[in-house]
């Protein structure tokens, strides 16, 4: 089935790079909509979850700006998100002792808690939405779409 055909189009998307490259969003756009929604029950959006598996893979503490520079989605708005992670007590805020300009973002308790019960949850919801690929269909799935990015400009 094309991607017009999916989308009810009249026509269909012309030529095989147009096709990847368009069903790449829609792919993208399709996941990312049913990750929120699967989050949604953790009171956190997939932005903030990021953050906190960015923060876990850190040991717990990162300055602001590094986590900026390691999201799978980059957005202008991270010290928002952050600030929102802290009233929910998943994160604190730390001023740097030796530079006062510098914050980091330390993962706390609740937020380490909170990432355990999202991970438990997450290779279940995995299986049900991609479990269907083989492990050579997902491994070569990735190659091909790394390999489309790597020319990217950041």
Known sequence: MTLGHLLKRERDI???LRELFFTTIYASDQFERRFAD???PFGVTPCQ???LAIL???GGRLPIGDIGERLVRQTSALGAYVDRLAKADLVTRERSETDRRQV???LSSDGAN????????LENWEELLIGHLTTSEA?????VLKKATE????
């Open 38 to 40: 699967f989050l949604r």
């Open 14 to 16: 012309e030529g095989p």
């Open 56 to 58: 876990w893979d850190a």
């Open 104 to 106: 980091y973002a330390v």
């Open 114 to 121: 909170a990432l355990e019960k999202i991970h438990e949850s």
């Open 139 to 143: 491994e070569v799935t990735t190659k």
């Open 151 to 154: 020319r990217l400009p950041n």
């Open 49 to 51: 979850y990021d953050i």
